[in-house]
């Protein structure tokens, strides 16, 4: 009978486990020197060795022969146990054994000695499902452990365990296994069934465990059924990817802007049954790559890619910027978002795609210095620009503009004084990393600075509606104090002619820009 891979090469001794030193090496210690404690806690991430220590433990601690603090594997006891022969190793699992009469069987069971071990080991597995009432008689018990029992606690879920387990216990845990370790035991456990398996194939499954051993030998074991040979092909087909080919052309039609080309690839992977959502996140995750590699002293540790791929990505890189790769990601972020909640998902991937597509290219990476810089201002909630800036807030400071306002007599002067902005193109371009919403909405709009003014010039009044709402007035503010280090007013440019003669100009000015959000007071209005 076919036993899978992972129950098949469940380690059988402390050596065995990889990538968790910090728990091996300590309990072969303690075992070597007889320190055993009546209740231990196992937590990590899924498929990274708890329950495998556990059964380890429980071995050692009742091994006729132990070698180093490892299980002999070989007495009566330790076969005893493994083929369940001997029942005072118990396993436990708590999702399915949840209520506290579970619990009170179990500490009734408790005062007894046990038949043929040392020990009696009870491995609770998924702790944290546990009721309350489940957990305090568990309390009760771990307060006053018979010497002869042993509790072994397994957890993903650690902020799930009350505080009062939490301390009876000895806490250890378990890390997300690296995708080097990941390959080379994969290699060893394809060398032992006769397998043949490419490194890039095993680094590829590697990746894909995101550090789950576990995992990766369930895709490993998938790959097997399609023949003794693993290659990266076989593991992308067998874990349901779009083929390399495919992402790639996929990923250069986003950078060369084609969207017919893009669309065309989602239509052939959709008729050959693709999950759009997987595709999508492995597009995103193609992109995360180039991020990688273009931010990275040394990507090829961490990037999950083939050489060949490698080299094909960093030739992709030379057409595209850091902000525009960070803004690829964003978007198939939000796509993905959406394709979870509800809606069409090919209707959804395609639009993000096409909008990917129809975005002018970022090539100044400097966009992205400064929109990080903003970020961070933005979260400490400190203002950017020059000093000034801040004086202008007051009410004080704010005097001076409106008697400018007022001084600078009339709209017809702002105006006559209106030069157009020349770097509004790299403002707009710091918004659009920020909010795709409203960087469209000011696509087709140019601006004038004027004084303290920068005004500007739309078609329709979609961008004052926006610019109304303060926290996009302020990102709008702050995307021009990043790219020109001072504090406009904004307020709405409107061509001489087009002024109506029977309003007051700058009455009209002020509605305009009150519209917008700009405060400006004309003298003898109310207060
Ligand atoms: N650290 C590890 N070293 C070697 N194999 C591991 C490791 N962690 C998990 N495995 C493999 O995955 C399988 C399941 O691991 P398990 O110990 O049940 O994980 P967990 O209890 O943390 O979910 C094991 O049988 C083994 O094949
Ligand atoms: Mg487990
Ligand atoms: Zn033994």
Redesign the pocket.
């Known amino acids: 009978m076919y036993q899978v891979?992972?129950?098949?090469?469940?380690?059988q001794r402390f050596a065995?486990?990889?990538?968790?030193p910090q728990v091996t090496t300590t309990l072969k210690n303690e075992l070597k020197s007889g320190r055993i404690s009546h209740a231990y806690l196992?937590t990590?991430?899924?498929?990274?060795?708890?329950?495998?220590?556990?059964?380890i433990l429980a071995q050692a601690v009742n091994c006729l022969n132990p070698i180093d603090g490892d299980p002999c594997g070989e007495c009566e006891v330790c076969k005893g146990i493994r083929s369940g022969n001997i029942l005072d190793v118990v396993e436990i699992d708590a999702a399915s054994n949840n209520g506290v009469e579970n619990i009170r069987s179990l500490r009734d069971e408790t005062v007894y000695t046990p038949a043929e071990a040392k020990y009696r080991v009870y491995i609770i597995?998924e702790v944290h499902m546990l009721s309350q009432g489940a957990f305090n008689a568990l309390l009760k018990t771990l307060e006053e452990p018979p010497a002869h029992v042993i509790f072994i606690l397994?957890t993903?879920e650690i902020h799930k365990i009350p505080a009062t387990i939490l301390s009876r216990c000895q806490r250890f845990d378990?890390n997300r296994?690296s995708v080097g370790e990941i390959s080379e035991?994969l290699d060893f456990v394809a060398q032992n069934e006769g397998i043949s398996l490419d490194a890039d194939a095993a680094r590829l499954i590697a990746f894909m465990a995101d550090g789950?051993?576990?995992d990766a030998?369930s895709l490993f074991d998938r790959c097997i059924g399609y023949g003794n040979t693993v290659t990266v092909d076989i593991v992308r087909e067998a874990a349901g990817l779009a083929s390399s080919e495919y992402l790639y052309k996929m990923a250069d039609s986003i950078v060369e802007k084609d969207a017919s080309q893009a669309l065309k690839v989602i239509d052939t992977l959709y008729n050959a049954s693709k999950d759009m959502i997987r595709l999508c996140e492995e597009i995103s995750s193609f992109f995360r790559n180039l991020m990688l590699i273009k931010t990275m002293n040394n990507p090829r540790d961490i990037v999950p890619m083939t050489d060949d791929e490698f080299e094909q990505a960093k030739q992709m890189l030379k057409k595209c910027s850091l902000s525009y790769i960070i803004f690829v990601i964003d978007t198939l972020q939000s796509a993905l978002e959406k394709m979870a909640k509800a809606g069409n998902k090919r209707i959804e991937l395609e639009m993000a795609v096409v909008r990917l597509c129809s975005l002018s290219n970022v090539d100044n990476d400097d966009v992205l210095a400064r929109l990080t810089k903003l970020e961070r201002a933005v979260k400490s909630g400190i203002a950017v620009g020059a000093p000034a800036e801040r004086a202008n807030t007051s009410r004080a400071a704010a005097q001076p503009i409106i008697q400018s306002a007022l001084n600078a007599v009339n709209y017809d002067e702002i105006i006559k004084n209106a030069k157009p902005m020349e770097q509004w193109h790299d403002v707009l371009e710091v918004l659009k990393a920020y909010s795709i919403t409203i960087a469209t909405a000011f696509e087709s709009t140019k601006a004038y600075i004027s004084g303290d003014y920068l005004l500007i010039d739309a078609k329709n009044d979609i961008p004052f509606k926006i610019l109304k709402q303060s926290a996009q007035k302020e990102r709008m503010r702050d995307a021009v104090r990043e790219v020109t280090g001072k504090t406009y007013k904004l307020g709405p440019y409107k061509k001489a002619e087009e002024k109506t003669p029977e309003n007051d100009e700058l009455l009209a000015f002020a509605q305009n820009a009150r519209e917008a959000g700009v405060n400006i007071k004309i003298n003898g209005e109310e207060e």
């Open positions: 891979l992972y129950r098949k090469w469940r380690p065995d486990v990889i990538g968790q196992f990590g991430t899924r498929g990274t060795g708890k329950t495998s220590c556990a059964k597995d397994a993903t378990f296994i035991r789950a051993m576990r030998l």
